[in-house]
């Protein structure tokens, strides 16, 4: 059992910085050059949102519409702490998480008594209020003309080295935001939350506090997006609060559903599948959203449970078919899902 | 000492009495019949007890602890907390997680009794393997005992009905209740199939030192377990007693068959 758990993190581990240095590695020598480069740092902040997105909506089956509200409240604090305060950005960044948290909480409350339909226009709700509130806090946030300026990830003249740099820390985000998420959901607080998403008349039945564990996916959920939304701004170098209004709160939902609900490699693949899709599609102009239109119809007609359903793909599961190792009966969660998906 | 007392309950949703001044009282180990006619309120009594419904007036009473005299009123909490206390209940019309593994959803059932909390689970503590081991444990434990082990990692909803009901019996027991409520266990069973459910029933109660009312349309199985039998009717409780008594009291036929009817059972 020892050996399983070192097996996997190692796999882990190992697979995370393999795949980094390979990245890293191709942007440095231009195999991939600068504007791929930002399209993959782009995917890895929308892998990071998707996520959030997807424990509420995949994981604990509450349909939220509002989640760019949460990465602007991020991306505002994130953007403001550094600029106005000089905080480090890390911490900033986590602060503007923290801040994002506190709205999860707030709009966690009364979504409790909300549900399906109702939860999904009150979510709505709260990302068009604080669009709202992005514009005429003025003073704060810059207003509807936006807020210029903000530093960037590093000061170096060296662009190559520049992208390198962000796509650094988007990636760590993204694989910590996976792990967290996956860690979570193979445990039992993760097997409350998805008994809240099958049943929920059977999982207050069976000794589940509901409430909790709804606002707990919720404040989650925002703090990660907030994370999410302060990496997007110091990205982008500028934030405008049509940047978070309806559509962007669409296509977060959009990355998920293609993914699959309840699929966090379903969505790390739909995230930088959307990015990519998204920008191939801009020699049709206007066409672009028909387009995209048409394909999520199809999508949804044949795989209406999305890419991936609520499977997942692991790499420890695929070397351990590979390799043929012994199936150990004390398996642990993670690992038993690992080789499901294996079959 | 009773393990659960219901004193004078009533619950009125809008004009409509569902139930008016019920009356229950289990001893510890007992095995009572709750039985009447399709709309009397026998599943709202049920919901009552559980905290999906708060009664109208009136008071239940639920003996928690070890400690006989350990009573505390269960009016107001939510179904969750009532769980925790010791009130496990199965549904009427099964409501298991459908998409989860027969373990999971066992394990879930389990979640309340956990050592570790989601901030562990995120580092994958010692705490966590230490308690996933234990509840993943527990759980096959229990699924050996009723002979769908080997079916751990099916889902839920690929079982045949009669497993699935009896794994919503078993996820119900994976609380460690005092009480349990089944919500007519034999519905949609065959004969042969009734006859089991009776043996598991009673092996139940007695490997798992429970208290057990059910709710129950077969006859058969009513008159054949339970020890004691409460008839309900329009929300109102019409008889009580053995089932002897029961099968002869001219009130339950009137309700069940109308004038001039008689039990076969």
């Known amino acids: 059992m020892k050996k399983n758990r070192i097996f996997n993190a190692v796999v882990i581990l190992g697979a995370s910085v393999v795949v980094f240095v390979i990245l890293a590695a191709l942007q440095y020598i231009g195999v991939i050059d600068e504007y791929n480069g930002q399209l993959l740092t782009l995917s890895g902040i929308y892998i990071v949102v998707a996520l959030s997105l997807n424990l509420i909506t995949g994981f604990t089956g509450q349909l939220a519409l509002g989640q760019a509200g949460f990465m602007s409240v991020g991306a505002y604090t994130t953007a403001i702490a550094i600029m106005k305060f000089h905080v480090p950005m890390l911490l900033a960044i986590l602060i503007g998480g923290l801040v994002a948290a506190v709205f999860g909480i707030i709009i966690g409350f009364p979504t409790l008594r909300l549900r399906g339909d109702y939860l999904a226009i009150a979510t709505l709700g709260f990302g068009e209020i604080i669009r709202v509130l992005m514009i005429n806090l003025g003073s704060l946030t810059g207003g509807a003309a936006g807020l210029k300026g903000i530093p960037a990830f590093s000061e170096t003249e060296n662009f190559v080295l520049d992208a390198v740099i962000k796509f650094s820390w988007v990636y760590v985000f993204a694989v910590i935001t996976i792990v967290i998420i996956s860690n979570l959901i193979n445990s039992s607080p993760g097997r409350a939350i998805i008994s809240i998403r099958e049943d929920e008349i059977a999982a207050n039945s069976m000794g589940i506090n509901i409430a909790y564990y709804k606002i707990f996916s919720f404040t989650l959920s925002a703090f990660l997006a907030g994370v999410g939304g302060g990496l997007y701004g110091i990205y982008m170098g500028y934030l405008n609060p049509t940047m978070f209004g309806f559509m962007p709160s669409m296509n977060i939902v959009v990355i998920v559903v293609l993914g699959g609900l309840g699929s966090i490699t379903g969505t790390v693949v739909a995230s930088v599948a959307f990015t990519y899709i998204q920008e191939w599609l801009r020699v049709f102009k206007d066409l672009r959203l028909v387009i995209f239109g048409l394909a999520l119809i199809l999508v949804m007609i044949f795989w209406p449970k999305g890419l991936l359903g609520n499977k997942e793909l692991s790499i420890s599961g695929f070397l351990r078919k590979l390799f043929k190792r012994e199936n150990n009966p004390e398996r642990t969660v993670s690992q038993q899902n690992g080789s499901r998906e294996g079959k | ?265």
């Open chain 2, 1 to 265: 000492m009773a393990v659960l007392e219901a004193q004078n309950i009533s619950i009125v949703f809008g004009g409509l009495k569902a139930v008016t001044n019920f009356d229950l009282k289990l001893e510890k180990g007992e095995l009572v019949g709750l039985i009447g006619p399709n709309g009397a309120g026998k599943t709202t009594v049920f919901n009552m007890l559980t905290g999906v419904y708060n009664p109208t007036s009136g008071d239940i009473l639920f003996n928690y602890s070890s400690d006989d005299n350990a009573s505390k009123s269960i009016v107001g909490l939510k179904p969750y907390q009532i769980t925790q206390l010791g009130i496990a209940r199965t549904f009427q019309n099964i409501r298991l997680f459908k998409d989860l593994t027969v373990l999971d959803n066992v394990r879930i059932a389990l979640h309340f009794n956990v050592k570790y909390n989601a901030l562990q689970a995120v580092f994958r503590t010692s705490a966590f393997y230490r308690e996933e081991g234990r509840v993943a444990g527990k759980a096959k434990e229990l699924l050996e005992i009723f002979h769908i082990g080997e079916k751990q990692n099916e889902l839920a909803k690929n079982l045949p009905y009669g497993e699935q009901r009896k794994l919503e019996i078993v996820r119900a027991l994976a609380t460690n209740p005092k009480l349990l409520l089944l919500d007519e266990p034999a519905a949609g069973m065959n004969p042969q199939e009734t006859q089991d459910l009776m043996k598991l029933i009673k092996f139940i109660k007695d490997q798992f030192n429970l208290t057990i009312l059910l709710i129950e349309h077969d006859m058969s199985l009513v008159m054949g377990i339970c020890e004691r039998i409460v008839v309900l009717d329009y929300g109102q409780t019409i008889a009580a007693g053995t089932p002897a008594e029961i099968r002869k009291d001219p009130k339950v036929i009137k309700a069940y068959l109308g004038e001039g009817g008689e039990f076969d059972a």
